[in-house]
C-alpha cells in the first residue's frame, strides 16, 4: 500500500454526516482511497441512539474486520480506525442549556438576561439527548465546550484520558502535526449537530490540539476541508400536538431557508475564511428533495412513521446520491495529485468548491432526467502512466464488481457467502476462511447490496448503492455511472442476469462458474484470495466498460 507523507483525518458530525460517512467506506471497500493510507475517523453525535449513528459504527466495525484479513487487491485496502465521541447530555444535571450554563448560580437574574440576549426560553430549556433540533446558534456554543471539557478531564486524569477515544484522536492531529494532517469533515447546512458542529470544528480541534501540545503546535501543518450538504430530503411536518409536547422541534420545512442562510455565513464569517482551507458545496433541486415517508412507502413497502423522527432508534434516512458525492470530495482534498501541500499552504481564505448536475427535461420531478458519470465521481486524470485505467473507471468497475457479487450470493446462496465457498471447491478452488471473517464480510456485501428485512419478513430491502439511485430515480428511467437503471431493479450486465429469487437465474450461475473456472480454477489461497478472485470474475468480464443489459419479459 503506498503511503502518503500527509495524516488523514475525518469528522462526521449528525445524521447526515452519519451517512455522508457511510458512502465514505463504502467507497473504502470498493478501493477509491488505496493510495491514502491509514484514516482516522471520528464520529460525533448528541443522539447515542441516532439509527444512522448506529448504522455508522456497524459499518466501519465489519469494515475493520475485513481489512486486517485482506492483504492484496482492490477490496478494502484502506486502514480506517474509529473513535467516537457523543457529549453525555443524558443526566439530570446536563440535560438542557440551563443546567449547563450554570445560569443559576452568582447572580442568577443578571446570568438568565444575558442568556436571553443569545436564545429563547424554549430552546434554553428543551432537552438535548436527542441532539440540538435544528438550533445551530446554541449547538455550535455547546458542542465547542464539550470538546473542550473532554479533553481538559482527559488532562487531569489517566484513566479517564485512557477512555476517551476523542483524546486518542486529538492526540493522533497533535503527532501528525510534525508532519502534515489532514481533517475532513461532513455535515449538513439545514439541520442540527451536523450544522452546529461544521463552523466549529476547525476551532474546536486546534484548542484542543493546543492543550494537548501544552501551546506547542504548529498551524501550519494542520488543514482543514469540509462538505456542506443544503437540503436534499424532507419528512412530515410535526403536528401541533407534537410542537406542544416537544416545544422545540426540526421541522423539513424550513431545511431551504436553513441552507440559505448558513451558506450566507460560510460564505462572509472570518472565522470561517481562516480556518477552513476548503469547502465543498453540494446542492439539490428543491422539487426533487426525497420525501423520507414516501420513500419507506414506496421503496420499503412499509409503513410511513406515524410521528416525525428527527432522532433515536428510527432515524435512519435513505443513503443519496449526493452523499457518494462527499465522500468523492474527501478523495479530492486528500488526494496529493489533485491537491498537493503546495496549494493548501498557498490558501489564504476558504476555497469554495461547487458541483453541478446534469438535469435534462423541464425541471419537473416527472419528466426532468439526472445523469451521473463515475468522471462526475473521481478526478479523471489520476495517476503517472497513461497507459493504466483511470483511477474513475477502476472505482467504477470495482463497484459494479462488488455489487453483482452481492446479488450472487443474495439470489443464489439466499445470502449465505458459505455457500459459495463450498461451491468453488467442485472446482478445486479451495478458501481457508473462517466464520468471523464470512460473517462480517456477509453483513457488509448485503449493506452495499441488498439489506434485511428483519426476522420475521420475507426478502431484502434495497441496499446502500440501490437507496442512492432511487433516491433521485424513483420511477427508474435514468442512468447513474453509466448503469441502466435495470441493473439496480432486477439484472445485471447482459450474460450475468443475476436477479431477486422470483427472477430465473440458472444462465446467470452458469456464466459465473464458467467464468470463475477460466481465470481461477485449482486455485488455493486464504480470504483475501477469495474475495479477489470473486472481484476479478465479475471485474474482467466489463472490458468493454460499457453496460449492457439483459432485457427481462
Same mark, same amino acid.
Given at each position: 500500500?503506498?503511503?502518503?507523507?500527509?495524516?488523514?483525518?475525518?469528522?462526521?458530525?449528525?445524521?447526515?454526516?452519519?451517512?455522508?460517512?457511510?458512502?465514505?467506506v463504502n467507497l473504502c471497500a470498493i478501493?477509491?482511497?488505496?493510495?491514502?493510507?491509514?484514516?482516522?475517523?471520528?464520529?460525533?453525535?448528541?443522539?447515542?441512539?441516532?439509527?444512522?449513528?448506529?448504522?455508522?459504527?456497524?459499518?466501519?466495525?465489519?469494515?475493520?474486520?475485513?481489512?486486517? @484479513?485482506?492483504? &492484496?487487491?482492490?477490496?478494502? +485496502?484502506?486502514?480506517? %480506525?474509529?473513535? /467516537?465521541?457523543?457529549? !453525555?447530555? $443524558?443526566?439530570?444535571?446536563?440535560?438542557?442549556?440551563?443546567?449547563?450554563?450554570?445560569?443559576?448560580?452568582?447572580? @442568577?437574574?443578571? &446570568?438568565?438576561?444575558?442568556? +436571553?440576549?443569545?436564545? %429563547?426560553?424554549? /430552546?434554553?430549556?428543551? !432537552?438535548? $439527548?436527542?441532539?440540538?433540533?435544528?438550533?445551530?446558534?446554541?449547538?455550535?456554543?455547546?458542542?465547542?465546550?464539550?470538546?473542550?471539557?473532554?479533553?481538559?478531564?482527559?488532562?487531569?486524569?489517566?484513566?479517564?484520558?485512557?477512555?476517551?477515544?476523542?483524546?486518542?484522536?486529538?492526540?493522533?492531529?497533535?503527532?501528525?502535526?510534525?508532519?502534515?494532517?489532514?481533517?475532513?469533515?461532513?455535515?449538513?447546512?439545514?439541520?442540527?449537530?451536523?450544522?452546529?458542529?461544521?463552523?466549529?470544528?476547525?476551532?474546536?480541534?486546534?484548542?484542543?490540539?493546543?492543550?494537548?501540545?501544552?501551546?506547542?503546535?504548529?498551524?501550519?501543518?494542520?488543514?482543514?476541508?469540509?462538505?456542506?450538504?443544503?437540503?436534499?430530503?424532507?419528512?412530515?411536518?410535526?403536528?401541533?400536538?407534537?410542537?406542544?409536547?416537544?416545544?422545540?422541534?426540526?421541522?423539513?420545512?424550513?431545511?431551504?431557508?436553513?441552507?440559505?442562510?448558513?451558506?450566507?455565513?460560510?460564505?462572509?464569517?472570518?472565522?470561517?475564511?481562516?480556518?477552513?482551507?476548503?469547502?465543498?458545496?453540494?446542492?439539490?433541486?428543491?422539487?426533487?428533495?426525497?420525501?423520507?415517508?414516501?420513500?419507506?412507502?414506496?421503496?420499503?413497502?412499509?409503513?410511513?412513521?406515524?410521528?416525525?423522527?428527527?432522532?433515536?432508534?428510527?432515524?435512519?434516512?435513505?443513503?443519496?446520491?449526493?452523499?457518494?458525492?462527499?465522500?468523492?470530495?474527501?478523495?479530492?482534498?486528500?488526494?496529493?495529485?489533485?491537491?498537493?501541500?503546495?496549494?493548501?499552504?498557498?490558501?489564504?481564505?476558504?476555497?469554495?468548491?461547487y458541483k453541478s448536475m446534469t438535469l435534462?427535461?423541464?425541471?419537473?420531478?416527472?419528466?426532468?432526467?439526472?445523469?451521473?458519470?463515475?468522471?462526475?465521481?473521481?478526478?479523471?486524470?489520476?495517476?503517472?502512466?497513461?497507459?493504466?485505467?483511470?483511477?474513475?473507471?477502476?472505482?467504477?468497475?470495482?463497484?459494479?464488481?462488488?455489487?453483482?457479487?452481492?446479488?450472487?450470493?443474495?439470489?443464489?446462496?439466499?445470502?449465505?457467502?458459505?455457500?459459495?465457498?463450498?461451491?468453488?471447491?467442485?472446482?478445486?478452488?479451495?478458501?481457508?476462511?473462517?466464520?468471523?471473517?464470512?460473517?462480517?464480510?456477509?453483513?457488509?456485501?448485503?449493506?452495499?447490496?441488498?439489506?434485511?428485512?428483519?426476522?420475521?419478513?420475507?426478502?431484502?430491502?434495497?441496499?446502500?448503492?440501490?437507496?442512492?439511485?432511487?433516491?433521485?430515480?424513483?420511477?427508474?428511467?435514468?442512468?447513474?455511472?453509466?448503469?441502466?437503471?435495470?441493473?439496480?431493479?432486477?439484472?445485471?450486465?447482459?450474460?450475468?442476469?443475476?436477479?431477486?429469487?422470483?427472477?430465473?437465474?440458472?444462465?446467470?450461475?452458469?456464466?459465473?462458474?464458467?467464468?470463475?473456472?477460466?481465470?481461477?480454477?485449482?486455485?488455493?489461497?486464504?480470504?483475501?484470495?477469495?474475495?479477489?478472485?470473486?472481484?476479478?470474475?465479475?471485474?474482467?468480464?466489463?472490458?468493454?466498460?460499457?453496460?449492457?443489459?439483459?432485457?427481462?419479459?
Open positions: 500500500m503506498a503511503e502518503t507523507s500527509a495524516n488523514h483525518f475525518v469528522v462526521a458530525a449528525g445524521g447526515t454526516g452519519m451517512r455522508c460517512l457511510q458512502s465514505f478501493g477509491m482511497f488505496k493510495d491514502i493510507g491509514k484514516i482516522h475517523i471520528l464520529l460525533m453525535d448528541t443522539d447515542e441512539e441516532n439509527g444512522d449513528k448506529r448504522n455508522a459504527e456497524n459499518l466501519i466495525q465489519s469494515y475493520q474486520k475485513i481489512q486486517k @484479513s485482506v492483504s &492484496n487487491g482492490g477490496y478494502f +485496502n484502506c486502514e480506517l %480506525e474509529l473513535s /467516537v465521541f457523543v457529549p !453525555d447530555y $443524558s443526566k439530570d444535571t446536563r440535560k438542557n442549556f440551563i443546567i449547563l450554563s450554570q445560569l443559576e448560580r452568582g447572580n @442568577s437574574d443578571t &446570568n438568565h438576561k444575558l442568556a +436571553n440576549i443569545f436564545f %429563547e426560553d424554549i /430552546v434554553q430549556e428543551f !432537552d438535548l $439527548s436527542h441532539g440540538y433540533r435544528a438550533q445551530t446558534h446554541l449547538g455550535s456554543y455547546l458542542m465547542y465546550h464539550a470538546f473542550i471539557e473532554e479533553i481538559r478531564k482527559s488532562q487531569e486524569d489517566t484513566v479517564y484520558g485512557n477512555n476517551s477515544q476523542l483524546y486518542h484522536f486529538i492526540q493522533a492531529i497533535a503527532s501528525a502535526n510534525n508532519t502534515e494532517a489532514r481533517v475532513f469533515s461532513f455535515g449538513s447546512s439545514f439541520g442540527g449537530t451536523g450544522a452546529s458542529s461544521i463552523p466549529v470544528i476547525p476551532k474546536a480541534i486546534t484548542d484542543c490540539a493546543k492543550i494537548v501540545t501544552a501551546g506547542s503546535l504548529n498551524l501550519d501543518k494542520i488543514f482543514y476541508g469540509g462538505v456542506v450538504l443544503s437540503s436534499y430530503f424532507k419528512f412530515k411536518p410535526p403536528s401541533d400536538a407534537e410542537k406542544k409536547k416537544k416545544k422545540v422541534i426540526a421541522n423539513s420545512q424550513f431545511f431551504t431557508h436553513n441552507s440559505a442562510t448558513a451558506l450566507n455565513f460560510y460564505v462572509n464569517d472570518f472565522t470561517i475564511s481562516k480556518t477552513y482551507k476548503r469547502l465543498y458545496l453540494l446542492g439539490w433541486p428543491t422539487n426533487l428533495n426525497v420525501d423520507i415517508d414516501d420513500y419507506k412507502k414506496e421503496a420499503l413497502q412499509g409503513k410511513a412513521d406515524e410521528e416525525t423522527v428527527t432522532g433515536g432508534k428510527a432515524q435512519e434516512n435513505p443513503a443519496h446520491v449526493l452523499e457518494i458525492f462527499s465522500a468523492a470530495a474527501t478523495h479530492h482534498f486528500f488526494h496529493p495529485s489533485i491537491t498537493d501541500s503546495k496549494t493548501l499552504n498557498n490558501i489564504n481564505a476558504t476555497q469554495f468548491r435534462a427535461g423541464d425541471g419537473k420531478k416527472e419528466s426532468s432526467k439526472m445523469v451521473f458519470d463515475a468522471e462526475d465521481i473521481l478526478h479523471k486524470n489520476i495517476g503517472p502512466d497513461s497507459k493504466e485505467l483511470p483511477i474513475h473507471e477502476v472505482v467504477r468497475k470495482n463497484l459494479i464488481a462488488f455489487f453483482a457479487f452481492g446479488k450472487l450470493v443474495h439470489s443464489e446462496y439466499k445470502g449465505n457467502l458459505m455457500g459459495l465457498v463450498d461451491d468453488l471447491k467442485l472446482y478445486n478452488s479451495s478458501y481457508e476462511v473462517n466464520a468471523e471473517i464470512i460473517e462480517s464480510f456477509q453483513f457488509f456485501l448485503n449493506y452495499f447490496s441488498l439489506l434485511p428485512k428483519g426476522e420475521s419478513d420475507e426478502g431484502f430491502n434495497p441496499g446502500w448503492l440501490s437507496q442512492a439511485f432511487f433516491t433521485f430515480a424513483p420511477e427508474g428511467e435514468k442512468d447513474f455511472l453509466g448503469i441502466k437503471s435495470e441493473f439496480f431493479k432486477h439484472g445485471l450486465p447482459k450474460n450475468w442476469n443475476i436477479a431477486y429469487p422470483q427472477l430465473d437465474s440458472k444462465n446467470s450461475k452458469n456464466n459465473f462458474v464458467n467464468r470463475f473456472k477460466k481465470l481461477h480454477k485449482n486455485k488455493t489461497g486464504d480470504f483475501s484470495d477469495f474475495i479477489e478472485n470473486i472481484r476479478t470474475t465479475f471485474y474482467d468480464f466489463d472490458l468493454d466498460s460499457k453496460i449492457i443489459i439483459q432485457e427481462q419479459d
